[in-house]
């Protein structure tokens, strides 16, 4: 089946630094990718998503790109702020969404 | 705006006793999910519904059962609560199919004693 792997668990930044998370997938087909974040004490929400190689999707200053060829959707934002700290996932679709496990950033003041 | 409520937002269960968690969404969407959260594992699919009388396994569906008597409610049963099913619940929404935008709940917080 579908499966995603996102590599940081945590991440922890000061505001102003480079943020990047990295996200693989493996799914059959030509999955659409989603990036959905989650603030503490709510459910998730979608961030944007992607359904074409090289597409960008991008919201709020964070931005990824499709790469089918790495199979990587990995989500950058050049300036986080303190309000950007939340748990982000990467969850490709092609019959269904799967989650990944997700990374918690912590941005520091 | 696209709402879905989940009750309670707190509970507190004895092992061995029987847990209703509940959903209503407005959305008049046809598509409703249950997922459970941990630390660790992210969020997994337990049931979901493509139409009110109808559901389906995801993909850790043991120790539970789900039922959607109507296209708004999504309920999600255990009937035996054990230790290993604390957790937080959320419950979704979306339209037509699983392509389009999942719109989560608060989540309701499970403590098994």
């Known amino acids: 089946g579908d499966s995603v792997t996102q590599t940081e668990g945590q991440v922890a930044l000061s505001e102003e630094d480079f943020l990047t998370i990295h996200c693989n997938y493996s799914?059959?087909?030509?999955?659409?990718l989603f990036w959905y974040v989650q603030y503490p004490g709510e459910g998730p929400q979608l961030l944007f998503r992607?359904?074409?190689?090289?597409e960008k999707g991008s919201s709020r200053g964070f931005e990824a790109t499709y790469d089918k060829g790495t199979t990587s959707f990995h989500l950058r934002k050049a300036s986080v702020q303190e309000s950007d700290s939340a748990v982000y996932y990467c969850a490709p679709y092609t019959n269904k969404v799967v989650f990944g496990t997700g990374t918690r950033l912590q941005v520091l003041p | 705006e696209a709402a879905v409520t989940q009750s309670p937002r707190n509970k507190v269960a004895v092992t061995g006793g029987k847990v209703t968690l509940s959903c209503n969404q407005t959305?008049?969407?046809?598509?409703m999910y249950w997922y459970r959260q941990d630390t660790g594992h992210g969020l997994r699919l337990i049931h979901y519904s493509y139409v009110a009388d109808s559901t389906e396994k995801g993909d850790i569906p043991d120790g539970y059962k789900a039922s959607r008597p109507s296209q708004e409610n999504f309920s999600l049963i255990l009937e035996l609560a054990s230790l290993s099913q604390t957790a937080v619940y959320f419950c979704?929404?979306?339209?037509?199919?699983?392509?389009?935008?999942?719109?989560f709940g608060p989540g309701t917080r499970l403590t098994v004693l």
């Open positions: 979704a929404s979306s339209d037509r199919d699983w392509g389009y935008e999942q719109y």
């Open positions: 959305n008049n969407h046809n598509n």
């Open positions: 799914a059959s087909g030509y999955p659409t």
């Open positions: 992607a359904s074409r190689d090289k």
